[in-house]
C-alpha cells in the first residue's frame, strides 16, 4: 500500500473513531506509521499499524485524570495521551520512541505541540536504552529459543537465560521494595544437577525485606525458567503462520535502534541501510529446512550484543534524562491546554 493510499484510507469510516472519539478528534497532535511500514520492512501482507498522541484536556489535567491510550483493534491503532506517552518516552521505551524518529513523509498529522515533540526528542534520550531495548531484545531471543532450544549447547541456553533474568532484575527495584545490587546475585557455576555441564546460581542476602515483594519477584524467575523447558503458545502460532522469520528480523531491528540511540544519539526508525539484511532475514534466508535459526544468525545476534556491551560503556548518554526539563515541557504543554492556548 502506497502512502497516499494509507492517507486516504484514513479518512474511511474504518477510522472514524479517530475523529469521534472523546480522547481524540481535536486532541490529537500526531498521526504517524508504526510497525513494518515505519521501519522499511513492509512486504504484500503487512498490516497497517496506525500510531499517534492525543493531547488530555482540561478536565483530566486540572482533576488528575489520564486516559493513557485508545486501542482500536479492528486497525491495529493506539494513539496515546500526551502524559502517558512523555512517561513512556522517559523511559526510552521502544514502542513510543520510534515515533519521534520516523521519516517526515510517515507523519500524516503533525500539529504544533506535536512539531515541538519530535524537535525535543533528543532529552529523552539516556542510558535508559540499554535496559528498554535490550530487554526487549532478548524477550525476541528468549521467544526464539524457546522453539529452537536444540541449536544451543546446555552452557549456551544457560547463559542465555541468565541474561534473561538479568534483565528482570532490573526492574525489580521500580516494581518492588528497592534493594542494593549485590544483595541479589545470579551468576554461573560448575552444574550440580544431573545432565547439566553449567547452570545458574544465586547468592541472596537481603534482610528486612518485605515477604510479598519477595515471594512476587521469586515467582517471577521461577515461572521464567519453567518457560524455557516449555514451548509458548504464541511461538506455536508463530510458526504456524511463518512467522519466526518475522521475529529474528524484529530482534536485530532492535540492536540497530538502540546503537544508534548509543553511538550516534538518534532515534532512527526507517532503517534504509540495513534494509537488504533485515530483508533477508524477514524471508527466512537464515532459517533451516525446520524453520529453526541457523547457527550464523545467532552468530549474528552475538556480534551486536558485544557492539551494544561496547556502546554502552562509551556512550555519551546521560545515565538518565534530563527530568527537570521534561517536566517542564510537559508543564508547558498541558497549561496552554488548560488555557485554551494549543491552537
Same mark, same amino acid.
Given at each position: 500500500?502506497?502512502?497516499?493510499?494509507?492517507?486516504?484510507?484514513?479518512?474511511? *469510516?474504518?477510522?472514524?473513531?479517530?475523529?469521534? %472519539?472523546?480522547?481524540?478528534?481535536?486532541?490529537?497532535?500526531?498521526?504517524?506509521?508504526?510497525?513494518?511500514?515505519?521501519?522499511?520492512?513492509?512486504? +504484500?501482507?503487512?498490516?497497517?499499524?496506525?500510531?499517534?498522541?492525543?493531547?488530555?484536556?482540561?478536565?483530566?489535567?486540572?482533576?488528575?485524570?489520564? &486516559?493513557?491510550?485508545?486501542?482500536?483493534?479492528?486497525?491495529?491503532?493506539?494513539?496515546?495521551? &500526551?502524559?502517558?506517552?512523555?512517561?513512556?518516552?522517559?523511559?526510552?521505551?521502544?514502542? #513510543?520512541? *520510534?515515533?519521534l524518529g520516523n521519516k517526515p513523509e510517515h507523519y500524516f498529522?503533525?500539529?504544533?505541540?506535536?512539531?515541538?515533540?519530535?524537535?525535543?526528542?533528543?532529552?529523552?534520550?539516556?542510558?535508559?536504552?540499554?535496559?528498554?531495548?535490550?530487554?526487549?531484545? %532478548?524477550?525476541?531471543?528468549?521467544?526464539?529459543?524457546?522453539?529452537?532450544?536444540?541449536?544451543?549447547?546446555?552452557?549456551?541456553?544457560?547463559?542465555?537465560?541468565?541474561?534473561?533474568?538479568?534483565?528482570?532484575?532490573?526492574? &525489580? %527495584?521500580?516494581?518492588?521494595?528497592?534493594?542494593?545490587?549485590?544483595?541479589? %546475585?545470579?551468576?554461573?557455576?560448575?552444574?550440580?544437577?544431573?545432565?547439566?555441564?553449567? +547452570?545458574?546460581?544465586?547468592?541472596?542476602?537481603? #534482610?528486612?525485606?518485605?515477604?510479598?515483594?519477595?515471594?512476587?519477584?521469586?515467582?517471577?524467575?521461577?515461572?521464567?525458567?519453567?518457560?524455557?523447558?516449555?514451548?509458548?503458545? =504464541?511461538?506455536?502460532?508463530?510458526? *504456524?503462520?511463518?512467522?519466526?522469520?518475522?521475529?529474528?528480523?524484529?530482534?536485530?531491528?532492535?540492536?540497530?535502534?538502540?546503537?544508534?540511540?548509543? *553511538?550516534? +544519539?538518534?532515534?532512527? #526508525?526507517? =532503517?534504509?541501510?540495513?534494509?537488504?539484511?533485515?530483508?533477508?532475514?524477514r524471508n527466512g534466508k537464515y532459517l533451516d529446512g525446520n524453520?529453526?535459526?541457523?547457527?550464523?544468525?545467532?552468530?549474528?545476534?552475538?556480534?551486536?550484543?558485544?557492539?551494544?556491551?561496547?556502546?554502552?560503556?562509551?556512550?555519551?548518554?546521560?545515565?538518565?534524562?534530563?527530568?527537570?526539563?521534561?517536566?517542564? &515541557?510537559?508543564?508547558?504543554?498541558?497549561?496552554?491546554?488548560?488555557?485554551?492556548?494549543?491552537?
Amino acid at each position: 500500500m502506497t502512502l497516499e493510499e494509507i492517507k486516504k484510507e484514513l479518512t474511511t *469510516e474504518k477510522y472514524v473513531f479517530l475523529r469521534n %472519539n472523546e480522547n481524540l478528534g481535536n486532541n490529537i497532535i500526531m498521526l504517524t506509521l508504526g510497525g513494518s511500514y515505519a521501519y522499511g520492512t513492509n512486504n +504484500e501482507d503487512s498490516d497497517i499499524d496506525i500510531r499517534g498522541c492525543a493531547l488530555n484536556n482540561k478536565t483530566q489535567i486540572l482533576t488528575n485524570q489520564n &486516559f493513557d491510550q485508545v486501542i482500536d483493534e479492528n486497525t491495529d491503532t493506539t494513539i496515546y495521551s &500526551f502524559n502517558k506517552l512523555i512517561s513512556l518516552l522517559t523511559n526510552v521505551n521502544p514502542n #513510543t520512541i *520510534e515515533l519521534l524518529g520516523n521519516k517526515p513523509e510517515h507523519y500524516f498529522y503533525l500539529s504544533s505541540i506535536g512539531q515541538e515533540l519530535i524537535s525535543h526528542a533528543h532529552m529523552f534520550l539516556s542510558q535508559k536504552a540499554v535496559h528498554s531495548f535490550g530487554g526487549y531484545a %532478548n524477550q525476541q531471543l528468549y521467544r526464539l529459543n524457546q522453539r529452537a532450544a536444540h541449536q544451543l549447547s546446555q552452557s549456551g541456553l544457560e547463559e542465555h537465560i541468565l541474561k534473561t533474568l538479568e534483565f528482570m532484575k532490573s526492574d &525489580f %527495584n521500580k516494581k518492588y521494595s528497592s534493594f542494593p545490587d549485590d544483595q541479589i %546475585n545470579l551468576y554461573i557455576d560448575k552444574a550440580v544437577q544431573k545432565g547439566y555441564d553449567t +547452570e545458574i546460581f544465586m547468592d541472596v542476602k537481603l #534482610t528486612h525485606y518485605p515477604l510479598r515483594d519477595y515471594c512476587s519477584m521469586w515467582n517471577e524467575l521461577q515461572n521464567t525458567v519453567k518457560a524455557y523447558g516449555k514451548v509458548g503458545k =504464541r511461538n506455536e502460532h508463530a510458526l *504456524e503462520h511463518g512467522k519466526i522469520a518475522k521475529h529474528m528480523m524484529h530482534l536485530c531491528r532492535l540492536y540497530m535502534m538502540c546503537l544508534d540511540i548509543l *553511538e550516534k +544519539e538518534k532515534i532512527i #526508525t526507517y =532503517r534504509e541501510k540495513e534494509h537488504d539484511l533485515l530483508m533477508d532475514i524477514r524471508n527466512g534466508k537464515y532459517l533451516d529446512g525446520n524453520d529453526q535459526p541457523i547457527p550464523e544468525f545467532y552468530e549474528m545476534v552475538a556480534d551486536f550484543e558485544k557492539k551494544l556491551d561496547y556502546a554502552k560503556k562509551h556512550t555519551n548518554l546521560p545515565e538518565k534524562p534530563d527530568y527537570k526539563k521534561i517536566q517542564e &515541557f510537559l508543564a508547558s504543554v498541558n497549561e496552554r491546554v488548560v488555557k485554551g492556548q494549543t491552537d
